[in-house]
């Protein structure tokens, strides 16, 4: 009679975990471990993972056939994250550990030969899943455990090492607990917006853009202060939220780079690509699962395309989903994922190719001109909010010694009251900024007088704007309002939210 046992993982699929049952099976046969369930080439190799671990510790394999299954089996299983549960399966199967303080627990990790625990991506949404499917317990690896330890409700366990779960499990040992949590809600990386001389213009439309998450376009010579500008966005953002910071850091867990002594991301992150990259890098891609690209890593926090003009029109054009919907859905071999990717898009650009420092030193004709910033699709820049030609700052501002400009933290104060009060505004529908807000609701529930669109009007007339440059208008023309402390917008806020839209390229 075969020797059955029963231990529960968690699968990663996107930013979504499903749990999985994984049954261990020892009977007669040639000395053999079969793997069923769907398991990709790394979880195969898990085989010789498992027993070198095993024995390794000094406990005997068993020397018949095993079989293992991993259920649902339909639900294709990725990654090392199943070695330590498959241990535990056969060990329980063997009869070499009792079953007791399983019950309600999952375990992930990855084995190494002599047996030590070591850490795995997506810990954390696997924690999350694990709760929200009533498991009341996680073994994880002893690398993940503070970021395993910010899910709340459910008791996290960290392991090193196999020998120390066997130990666990018979009551012999003791495994660790997560440590107090350290949160930064400001990154000192970042530098300071005071830094930037002059550019009030810019300047503004970059705390507007902050105050209500809106897109924004900088052009202008190369030495201006555009990349300045873009990299000191960060310091202005107000810090996330509990249920942001988990979102944000769920995404960076799933793709490896969540920091091991800083595992809640609570400053927005701050995400520029390279002008070269491709669409998956943007958007996300590889084999089997899809992994989260540049876009979801930004997500809650910016996104700069410098040299955007330079970027291949594929990559810009693969933008324009995430954008309108806040989330992208990528198809692979092995399934559909869908990861969020709500982000402030920063774009910067010079005006031509040949990018002189003065206008008049330009030796592009035209053509060249129209055709360098026509790489930008007219769909993809109608999503972009304000819109900033940037001019070079006189000789007197730069070496002027009575200067003062604004520090980031008085312009993230204001940006902090403004965000605040579109959150009370919007808190019965779960919007947290002014872009997030359909256009209908602002046209319908939140109408404005005539007044106030009188000059949306004679855009929509004129052509100068479309529908949907309509309804991000309004968005803009609400964060004006809330920047200043009003109620609701007025003419003055609707037609400077066009005047943003309404700047160009020359």
Same mark, same amino acid.
């Given at each position: 009679? +075969?020797?059955?046992?029963?231990?529960?993982?968690?699968?990663?699929?996107?930013?979504?975990?499903?749990?999985?049952?994984?049954?261990?099976?020892?009977?007669?046969?040639?000395? !053999?471990?079969?793997?069923?369930?769907?398991?990709?080439?790394?979880?195969?190799?898990?085989?010789?993972?498992?027993?070198?671990?095993?024995?390794?510790?000094?406990?005997?394999?068993?020397?018949?056939?095993?079989?293992?299954?991993?259920?649902? !089996?339909?639900?294709?299983?990725?990654?090392?994250?199943?070695?330590?549960?498959?241990?535990?399966?056969?060990?329980? /199967?063997?009869?070499?550990?009792?079953?007791?303080?399983?019950?309600?627990?999952?375990?992930?990790?990855?084995?190494?030969?002599?047996?030590?625990?070591?850490?795995?991506?997506?810990?954390?949404?696997?924690?999350?899943?694990?709760?929200? +499917?009533?498991?009341?317990?996680?073994?994880?690896?002893?690398?993940?455990?503070?970021?395993?330890?910010?899910?709340?409700?459910?008791?996290?366990?960290?392991?090193?090492? @196999?020998?120390?779960?066997?130990?666990?499990?018979?009551?012999?040992?003791?495994?660790?607990?997560?440590?107090?949590?350290?949160?930064?809600?400001?990154?000192?990386?970042?530098?300071?917006? *005071?830094?930037?001389?002059?550019?009030?213009?810019?300047?503004?439309?970059?705390?507007?853009?902050?105050?209500?998450?809106?897109?924004?376009?900088?052009?202008?010579?190369?030495?201006?202060?555009?990349?300045?500008?873009?990299?000191?966005?960060?310091?202005?953002?107000?810090?996330?939220?509990?249920?942001?910071?988990?979102?944000?850091?769920?995404?960076?867990?799933?793709?490896?780079?969540?920091?091991?002594?800083?595992?809640?991301?609570?400053?927005?992150?701050?995400?520029?690509?390279?002008?070269?990259?491709?669409?998956?890098?943007?958007?996300?891609?590889?084999?089997?699962?899809?992994?989260?690209?540049?876009?979801?890593?930004?997500?809650?926090?910016?996104?700069?395309?410098?040299?955007?003009?330079?970027?291949?029109?594929? +990559?810009?054009?693969?933008?324009?989903?995430?954008?309108?919907?806040?989330?992208? %859905?990528?198809?692979?071999? $092995?399934?559909?994922?869908?990861?969020?990717?709500?982000?402030?898009?920063?774009?910067?650009?010079?005006?031509?190719?040949?990018? =002189?420092?003065?206008?008049?030193?330009?030796?592009?004709?035209?053509?060249?001109?129209? %055709?360098?910033?026509? %790489?930008?699709?007219?769909?993809?820049?109608? %999503?972009?909010?304000?819109?900033?030609?940037?001019?070079?700052?006189?000789?007197?501002?730069?070496?002027?010694?009575?200067?003062?400009?604004?520090?980031?933290?008085?312009?993230?104060?204001?940006?902090?009251?403004?965000?605040?009060?579109?959150?009370?505004?919007?808190?019965?529908?779960?919007?947290?900024?002014?872009?997030?807000?359909?256009?209908?609701?602002?046209?319908?529930?939140?109408? @404005? =007088?005539?007044?106030?669109?009188?000059?949306?009007?004679?855009?929509?007339?004129?052509?100068?704007?479309?529908?949907?440059?309509? $309804?991000?208008?309004?968005?803009? *023309?609400?964060?004006? /309002?809330?920047?200043?402390?009003?109620?609701?917008?007025?003419?003055?806020?609707?037609?400077?939210?066009?005047?943003?839209?309404?700047?160009?390229?020359?």
């Amino acid at each position: 009679m +075969s020797a059955l046992s029963k231990v529960h993982t968690v699968a990663i699929t996107g930013v979504d975990g499903a749990v999985v049952e994984i049954e261990g099976c020892i009977g007669a046969g040639l000395p !053999a471990v079969h793997l069923v369930g769907l398991p990709d080439t790394v979880l195969k190799e898990s085989r010789d993972r498992i027993r070198a671990a095993v024995v390794n510790i000094g406990i005997r394999f068993p020397d018949t056939r095993v079989t293992v299954a991993l259920s649902p !089996a339909t639900l294709p299983k990725v990654g090392s994250v199943y070695d330590l549960p498959l241990a535990v399966a056969i060990l329980l /199967a063997a009869e070499r550990v009792p079953v007791g303080r399983l019950d309600g627990a999952v375990l992930l990790g990855e084995l190494a030969l002599d047996g030590r625990v070591r850490p795995v991506r997506g810990v954390l949404p696997a924690v999350l899943a694990a709760k929200e +499917s009533g498991f009341s317990r996680a073994v994880v690896p002893l690398a993940n455990l503070d970021e395993a330890g910010l899910v709340d409700g459910i008791e996290v366990l960290g392991a090193a090492h @196999l020998a120390e779960v066997v130990a666990w499990l018979d009551g012999s040992g003791v495994l660790a607990e997560p440590g107090p949590l350290v949160v930064d809600d400001v990154d000192p990386t970042v530098a300071d917006l *005071a830094d930037v001389v002059a550019q009030p213009e810019a300047k503004f439309a970059l705390e507007v853009a902050a105050a209500g998450a809106h897109h924004i376009m900088m052009t202008g010579p190369p030495g201006i202060g555009k990349t300045m500008l873009a990299s000191r966005l960060p310091g202005i953002l107000p810090p996330l939220g509990r249920r942001e910071a988990l979102e944000v850091s769920a995404i960076h867990s799933i793709a490896g780079d969540l920091p091991a002594d800083r595992p809640l991301i609570t400053v927005p992150p701050f995400v520029a690509p390279h002008q070269t990259s491709t669409v998956s890098a943007l958007v996300g891609g590889g084999s089997g699962l899809a992994r989260p690209g540049a876009v979801s890593l930004a997500h809650r926090g910016v996104l700069f395309l410098d040299e955007c003009a330079e970027m291949g029109p594929k +990559s810009l054009e693969a933008l324009r989903t995430p954008l309108e919907e806040g989330q992208i %859905r990528l198809a692979r071999r $092995d399934g559909v994922v869908k990861y969020p990717s709500r982000f402030l898009l920063v774009m910067a650009a010079n005006p031509c190719p040949c990018a =002189p420092a003065r206008d008049n030193d330009c030796t592009c004709t035209a053509t060249v001109r129209r %055709r360098y910033l026509g %790489r930008l699709s007219g769909p993809l820049l109608d %999503r972009v909010d304000l819109w900033v030609r940037m001019e070079p700052p006189t000789t007197g501002a730069l070496h002027a010694e009575d200067t003062a400009e604004e520090p980031s933290a008085v312009v993230r104060e204001r940006v902090r009251a403004a965000r605040e009060a579109a959150a009370s505004r919007w808190a019965a529908e779960g919007w947290l900024t002014n872009s997030e807000v359909p256009g209908v609701v602002l046209r319908r529930r939140f109408r @404005l =007088p005539a007044k106030a669109l009188r000059p949306l009007e004679t855009y929509l007339r004129q052509g100068k704007v479309t529908a949907r440059g309509a $309804d991000r208008s309004l968005r803009l *023309a609400w964060t004006l /309002a809330d920047l200043q402390g009003l109620d609701r917008p007025g003419e003055s806020e609707v037609g400077l939210a066009l005047q943003f839209r309404e700047k160009g390229w020359t």
